[in-house]
């Protein structure tokens, strides 16, 4: 009777330990893989890659939704957010084309661009910063940006027109924002 268990306990064994190895391969896989959500950016970063243009840097980046694994030892993995940031803009004094002094009031909606040529701007210059920094610079660069708008337009343009203020606003605003890596939805 032994002789017919044992092939039997040999056969448990082996099941037992292909199961324990299959979840032990599992477990390493899913270590190692990150998936970025649709909204975000994964930036991997440790290792140096080469540029179409030969230049390298240190990083590469899977935009919205993608996925890849990250080398041990080599790579560290950092997420960027591309939600929208809703920014409240005051601004107050601000002199209109016939020295008219306005009090404006705005909210703007910013995000990290996920342009793939403009997205290395946004790494660059935000990588491990706060929300609310990113926030701020967009603030201030909206604000600056929305006096000069304000100083070419009459009080009634602003008033009556606002498409033509809101399209001004996003033409003068977007080369800075671009240096960024900042869009601006609206």
Known sequence: MTEDVQPLINAVV????????LFVLIAIVRSFLF???????????GRQRK????????????????????IPVLEKVDRMDLSTLPI??????AYSKGGIPLRV????????????????N????????????????????????????????TPEEVNEDRLKFATALLTEAEEDFDKLGLALDT
Request: hydrophobic share 45%; glycine share 12%.
């Open 14 to 21: 082996i099941a037992t330990s292909m199961a324990i190895g």
């Open 105 to 120: 009031h705005a909210v703007a909606n910013v995000k990290v661009s996920s342009n793939p040529g403009l997205i290395k």
């Open 51 to 70: 540029l179409a243009d030969g230049s390298f840097i240190g990083y590469r980046e899977m935009i919205g939704g993608g996925r890849s694994f990250r």
């Open 122 to 153: 946004a790494i660059e210059r935000f990588m491990g910063q706060n929300i609310s920094e990113i926030r701020r610079v967009a603030k201030e660069t909206l604000e600056g940006h929305l006096r000069g708008v304000l100083a070419t337009l």
């Open 88 to 93: 409240d803009i005051q601004v107050q004094n």
């Open 35 to 45: 998936i970025g959500k649709p909204n975000e950016v994964l930036i991997f970063s």
